[in-house]
Nanobody, 119 residues
Framework: QVQLVESGGGLVQAGGSLRLSCAAS????????MGWFRQAPGKEREFVAG????????YYKISVRGRFTISRDNAKNTVYLQMNSLKPEDTAVYYC????????????WGQGTQVTVSS
C-alpha cells in the first residue's frame, strides 16, 4: 500500500510563491517517477510537472516552465513543487501522484491541496 499526502497549499497574491510537499510511504519510493497534477473547477485534470525516480530527469507543462521547480528528497520520501511568480490561472487543487511520467493514468494519487492565487 502506497500513501501520498500533500501539504503547503494556500492563498497567495499574484506574483507570490508557494512550496508544496508530498510525503510518500513505501520502501520503493526511489524507483518511482513522481508528479504533480492540478484540476481547476469545471476543467480536466492536467499534468504540471514530473520527476524520475532518481531525480535525474524533470519535465514541465509549458505554461509553468521557468516558474515551477519539481524536486525530490528520497532520503525523506518527499517530493516538492516550488511555485514562483504565481498567476490566477494557477488556481486549482494540486495532486501528488506516483506513476508513468506525464500520464493521467497514475498508480497512486494523494488527496490534493488547494492553491488559490488572487489578482
Amino acid at each position: 500500500q502506497v500513501q501520498l499526502v500533500e501539504s503547503g497549499g494556500g492563498l497567495v497574491q499574484a506574483g507570490g510563491s508557494l512550496r508544496l510537499s508530498c510525503a510518500a510511504s513505501g520502501r520503493t519510493f526511489s524507483s518511482k517517477a513522481m508528479g504533480w497534477f492540478r484540476q481547476a473547477p469545471g476543467k480536466e485534470r492536467e499534468f504540471v510537472a514530473g520527476i524520475s525516480g532518481n531525480g535525474g530527469f524533470t519535465y514541465y507543462k509549458i505554461s509553468v516552465r521557468g516558474r515551477f521547480t519539481i524536486s525530490r528528497d528520497n532520503a525523506k520520501n518527499t517530493v516538492y513543487l516550488q511555485m514562483n511568480s504565481l498567476k490566477p490561472e494557477d488556481t486549482a487543487v494540486y495532486y501528488c501522484a506516483a506513476g508513468p511520467m506525464g500520464s493521467l493514468d497514475q498508480d497512486y494519487w494523494g488527496q490534493g491541496t488547494q492553491v488559490t492565487v488572487s489578482s
